[in-house]
């Protein structure tokens, strides 16, 4: 039987969204100002999620913002600091995480049918899946971007899923061999080497295994089989059975009512548990998630974990009833969203997670949503449409368009 909890606040959320949406965000954002895209794309995918459209001029705004963010050479820059001119193409800093919330952002600023066909139009998908090719390592690997012609900043698996995700948006299912390709067979081998002896994945087999890098790992084979014929999800390499222990014991009890937030930022992030509050009689009521062992909960282990379930089709693993209720009773806040832990603020990163999760437990008032995207189905759609439009587009110019002879212009100037 279904434990009632506290409601989904809806109309209370999309005050909280707007409000991140039309106001100046807290100075807290200030330092993370390159990942404005990313702050961007949650705010508007969550409006989305629970139903907020947004009129023709903030659609219209939304999209000539991020085209300005548009690399000459490739790929999309994080925010207007980081975005540089033509002539000085070579100072700019285009990243895949910018790059893969870019293409998120201008096909859900679309609405209608003409409009997410056209979504992509401006976007110059010759040179991005050139830059996005030069961003893969020898191993498989992919860099976060480039620095002199080479890949750089890690090579984990946050990076591997948005390389596959911006794979397909632009690729799709339809053979493009006129666009170079990343070498997929490595790319595969990268992400299953970083499985580690417990089931989880991390940046390589040796490293400790962790919730998040589970998710990208899964679902950057998810997102390479979408639509392809291709199987890397099911290679015998992956031990699916160590991984869905891993995710399993991800969820704990939640006991504690009242969490210690004395020094919160520099003691150790434990579980506190009180050992009189333990029973085996009495039915959990609220299940937290982590993303390594030993840790607290925190609202957004809750999608790391649950999205990787659903992926692997084992979603019923998640402890449902009690796994809402801990989201709706100790992390969604009184004036909207979901802090990372009980007694914080909420925060835009947490506050999407928190409605991603819930969509996948199919919490009334929010549309169906796509695990591999962490979006609306609604918005996967309207990618698609985008998609076809820009290869429409494409095919009608050939290579006129990209950017070949201004190549050659730099080179002899």
């Not at 193409?89 to 910018?98: I, M, R, V």
């Not at 794979?167 to 067979?185: C, F, K, S, T, Y």
Request: proline share 3%; net charge negative.
């Amino acid at each position: 039987m279904a434990v009632p909890c506290e409601p989904l606040d809806k109309e209370r959320h999309i005050k909280y969204w707007k409000r991140c949406h039309k106001s100046l965000l807290p100075t807290a954002y200030t330092s993370s100002d390159s990942t404005r895209l990313l702050f961007a794309c949650f705010t508007i995918c969550a409006l989305d999620l629970l139903g907020a459209p947004l009129d023709a001029s903030e659609r219209s705004a939304i999209r000539s913002w991020v085209l300005s963010l548009q690399h000459p050479e490739g790929g999309f820059c994080g925010s207007p600091l980081h975005a540089y001119g033509k002539r000085d193409s070579h100072k700019g800093s285009a990243n895949l995480a910018a790059t893969f919330f870019a293409l998120i952002l201008l096909a859900a600023a679309a609405d209608g049918e003409q409009e997410a066909s056209a979504a992509f139009s401006g976007v110059n998908r010759a040179r991005l899946l050139r830059w996005l090719r030069s961003l893969q390592r020898a191993d498989g690997s992919f860099g976060q971007n480039l620095w002199d012609g080479r890949p750089v900043g890690g090579s984990d698996m946050r990076h591997s899923y948005l390389a596959s995700c911006i794979r397909w948006m632009l690729r799709g299912p339809i053979d493009q061999a006129d666009h170079d390709d990343v070498n997929l067979e490595r790319m595969v081998g990268h992400v299953l080497r970083g499985q580690t002896y417990d089931g989880g994945m991390a940046e390589s087999s040796l490293n400790e295994s962790h919730g998040g890098y589970a998710y990208c790992g899964i679902a950057a084979l998810a997102m390479l089989d979408r639509d392809s014929g291709t199987s890397a999800l099911q290679d015998e390499a992956l031990r699916k059975g160590l991984m869905l222990k891993f995710l399993s014991h991800r969820q704990f009890p939640y006991l504690a009512q009242e969490e210690e937030d004395e020094d919160a930022e520099e003691a150790e992030n434990m579980v506190e548990m009180d050992l009189e509050a333990l029973s085996l009689n009495e039915p959990c009521q609220h299940v937290g998630y982590n993303g390594r062992w030993n840790k607290k909960a925190d609202t957004c282990y809750c999608w790391w974990t649950g999205g990787a379930l659903k992926l692997l089709g084992q979603v019923s693993m998640m402890t449902m009833d009690p796994s809402r209720a801990y989201l709706l009773e100790i992390t969604q806040h009184r004036i909207g969203g979901f802090s990372k832990n009980a007694g914080g603020p909420p925060d835009i990163y947490h506050s999407y997670l928190g409605l991603a999760s819930l969509a996948i437990m199919g919490q009334d008032g929010l549309k169906s949503f796509d695990e591999g995207l962490c979006c609306s189905q609604e918005l996967t759609k309207k990618i698609i449409a985008a998609r076809r439009g820009l290869n429409e587009s494409d095919s009608k110019s050939g290579w006129a368009e990209d950017g070949f002879w201004e190549a050659i212009d730099r080179s002899s100037a």
